[in-house]
């Protein structure tokens, strides 16, 4: 009984110990989960605002190669302008050339001088022509470079227009996925605010629960102390009633925690082959039966068990095998303390084991002896439950 009980206070104390744990646990997860999201949240965030500063960046990196590219276009249409302009005024020049030459020719001797004149005058124009070819090859030169990076401009303006495209998705991406995160993390938040008020329910209602039994744990103590002492009381009154048959080892008594048993060999109680009881085992069952009305409380299981010899031919006729043998002795013990002591019949119950549970083989007639037997077993009531239960479970 006390262990019984010391295992239920242990049970609920071990109950609210592992729950504190469970509790911290469930706590522990949920916090481990809110800092990770909020985490990855200020990580998403702060990715974000670099995306934000580098598509700001790039947006005006584009302004800039823009505006480039309209002065390249600009400076350009001016070249173009100043080349065809060059270009014009070599036509102009060559036709003053031209009608010099034939001016100078109609003179004749008289405009030699003017003719050297002009020729020095051509020289200088043509050699001014041809600077201005030089530098109208390096314009064509200079405008098919500008014209290549134009082209490389626009390629690199594209790429850019495609990646702030695809961080501008991105970003919008991460926008989802911490607005995501934020609700996951308040159902989250809920959820643990929902366990935490569930286990401290439940941790109240354990600590009550523990309270109670602490309460009567006392009481209950004395109690099985009290049934220790009577089944110690009831164990010694037996040695002492039946000490005769104790020293001459025809029964033996064993008191181990709550039960307590009467092992007595069938030759005090019943003639060979028969059920009915002797009157010196009569005397017996009166001194075993006065002693044991003292412990109302407890019930008395009469076990009848036998050798492994078959019925003989002559009393098979009212006992066909060994179980109704010891089965009939068993159910005449019962009777004979309800009728004759007065123990109240609903505490005794009668089995029979036939030969099949022996104290020791069934090799010799000595060992046959000691398996031939009563006994008398002593147990509270709830053993004696679980016991029925158990062996019904078994069968």
């Known amino acids: 009984m006390k262990?019984?009980?010391?295992?239920?206070?242990?049970?609920?104390?071990?109950?609210?110990?592992?729950?504190?744990?469970l509790e911290s646990w469930a706590c522990k997860q949920y916090i481990d989960e809110n800092v990770k999201l909020k985490s990855e949240l200020e990580a998403a965030g702060q990715r974000n605002a670099e995306l934000e500063a580098r598509v700001n960046e790039n947006e005006k990196k584009i302004e800039v190669q823009n505006q480039e590219l309209s002065d390249m276009k600009n400076l350009l249409a001016m070249k173009n302008n100043e080349l065809q302009r060059l270009y014009d005024?070599?036509?102009?020049?060559?036709?003053?050339?031209?009608?010099?030459?034939?001016?100078?020719?109609?003179?004749?001797?008289?405009?030699s001088g003017r003719m050297l004149q002009l020729v020095q005058s051509k020289q200088g124009l043509e050699n001014e022509v041809a600077a201005l070819r030089n530098d109208i090859d390096a314009a064509f030169k200079r405008n098919e470079r500008l014209n290549q990076l134009a082209g490389e401009y626009q390629n690199k303006l594209s790429d850019q227009a495609v990646e702030l495209k695809n961080m501008r998705i991105e970003?919008?991406?991460?926008?989802?996925?911490?607005?995501?995160?934020?609700?996951?993390?308040?159902?989250?938040?809920?959820?643990?605010?929902?366990?935490?008020?569930?286990?401290?329910?439940?941790?109240?209602?354990?600590?009550?629960?523990?309270?109670?039994?602490?309460?009567?744990?006392?009481?209950?103590?004395?109690?099985?102390?009290?049934?220790?002492?009577?089944?110690?009381?009831?164990?010694e009154q037996l040695l002492a009633s039946l000490d005769k048959e104790v020293g001459q080892r025809t029964i033996e008594i064993q008191h181990y925690k709550d039960a307590l048993t009467i092992n007595i060999m069938d030759k005090i109680f019943f003639d060979s082959g028969k059920a009915e009881i002797k009157p010196e085992g009569a005397d017996v069952l009166r001194r075993v039966g006065t002693i044991l009305k003292n412990v109302p409380e407890k019930m008395i299981r009469i076990e009848g068990h036998t050798d492994d010899i078959p019925i003989g031919q002559k009393i098979a006729e009212k006992y066909p095998t060994n179980w109704e043998l010891?089965?009939?002795?068993?159910?005449?013990?019962?009777?004979?303390?309800?009728?004759?002591?007065?123990?109240?019949?609903?505490?005794?119950?009668?089995?029979?084991?036939?030969?099949?549970?022996?104290?020791?083989?069934?090799?010799?007639?000595?060992?046959?002896?000691?398996?031939?037997?009563?006994?008398?077993?002593?147990?509270?009531?709830?053993?004696?439950?679980?016991?029925?239960?158990?062996?019904?479970?078994?069968?």
């Open 3 to 21: 262990r019984w009980m010391a295992g239920l206070v242990a049970l609920a104390a071990g109950a609210v110990f592992l729950l504190q744990p």
């Open 171 to 235: 970003r919008d991406n991460l926008k989802k996925t911490a607005e995501d995160l934020r609700r996951s993390l308040k159902a989250d938040t809920e959820e643990l605010s929902k366990q935490v008020a569930s286990l401290t329910a439940q941790k109240q209602n354990l600590d009550k629960k523990l309270a109670d039994l602490s309460k009567n744990i006392d009481t209950q103590l004395a109690a099985e102390a009290a049934e220790k002492e009577r089944m110690k009381s009831t164990y």
């Open 326 to 395: 010891g089965a009939a002795r068993a159910a005449n013990v019962a009777e004979f303390l309800r009728t004759e002591v007065g123990l109240d019949p609903r505490r005794m119950a009668v089995v029979s084991y036939s030969m099949y549970r022996p104290i020791v083989p069934h090799t010799t007639k000595g060992n046959r002896a000691k398996n031939r037997r009563i006994e008398i077993v002593l147990i509270d009531k709830l053993h004696y439950q679980m016991m029925e239960i158990k062996e019904s479970t078994e069968r």
């Open 89 to 111: 005024t070599s036509l102009i020049l060559e036709s003053t050339l031209k009608g010099l030459g034939d001016i100078l020719q109609a003179s004749g001797d008289e405009l």
